[in-house]
């Protein structure tokens, strides 16, 4: 079957770094995506990996392992506003999206 | 740009009533999707379609339908609403079929009573 594993929850102080990591197993592999969901809203992009290694994107990086099946993203700098639920989403070979369950991060002062 | 917009925004249901979720976008995007989205859980899709006039299974279909008669729109449909489909509804769209990302709508919150 297909999988996708990330923690539940997360908690982190304002100004740090926090990674929250993601290992999946799925039919294929057309890339990995990062998505943040802000409570009682709609997810929105943060970033999208295929091949290995790290892409940054300002305060946010992505990391991705295909051999491992495993993914980070990592969050610099944490602000309030940053407390969210991140979803880790892989595209199997069907190009469909398979979504883990979301980590939910909460940001202390 | 509107982007992607859901209506309505909530609704309550009696079992066994029927009801249709809109979906629209205006960003001219080839591929659409309709997920469900509950607690503890990613999100599930039911119903895709890759262009106007086709539709696909999901996941999760059984007790949902959809048509996408016009490119900028996708309707889900529930015929005969179970306690089960309480959800919320995401519908979702993209440009082509590999790294692009999906746009989002706002979602529809349903509660089936």
């Known amino acids: 079957g297909q999988n996708i594993d990330q923690p539940t929850e997360m908690t982190a102080t304002e100004g740090a770094i926090v990674q929250i990591n993601c290992t999946y197993q799925?039919?294929?592999?057309?890339?990995l995506f990062w998505y943040q969901q802000h409570a009682g809203e709609a997810p929105t992009f943060l970033s999208y990996?295929?091949l290995d290694g790290l892409e940054e994107k300002g305060r946010f990086s992505s990391f991705l392992s295909r051999s491992k099946g495993y993914s980070y993203l990592l969050l610099k700098e944490l602000q309030m506003k940053d407390s969210a639920s991140y979803l880790c989403?892989?595209?199997?070979?069907?190009?469909?999206?398979?979504w883990g369950a979301g980590t939910k991060l909460i940001i202390k002062p | 740009n509107a982007g992607v917009t859901q209506t309505p925004k909530f609704r309550v249901l009696k079992t066994g009533q029927s009801m249709t979720l809109l979906c629209a976008q205006d960003?001219?995007?080839?591929?659409m999707y309709w997920y469900r989205q509950d607690p503890g859980m990613g999100l599930r899709l039911i119903h895709y379609s890759v262009g106007e006039g086709t539709t696909a299974k999901g996941e999760v279909p059984d007790g949902y339908n959809v048509s996408r008669l016009k490119k900028q729109n996708f309707l889900l449909g529930l015929e005969s609403a179970a306690p089960s489909q309480t959800s919320v509804y995401f519908c979702?769209?993209?440009?082509?079929?590999?790294?692009?990302?999906?746009?989002f709508g706002p979602g529809t919150r349903l509660t089936v009573l």
């Open positions: 990996n295929v």
């Open positions: 960003m001219n995007h080839e591929y």
């Open positions: 989403a892989v595209m199997d070979s069907n190009y469909q999206l398979i």
């Open positions: 799925t039919s294929g592999f057309n890339g």
């Open positions: 979702a769209s993209k440009l082509g079929r590999e790294g692009d990302e999906q746009f």
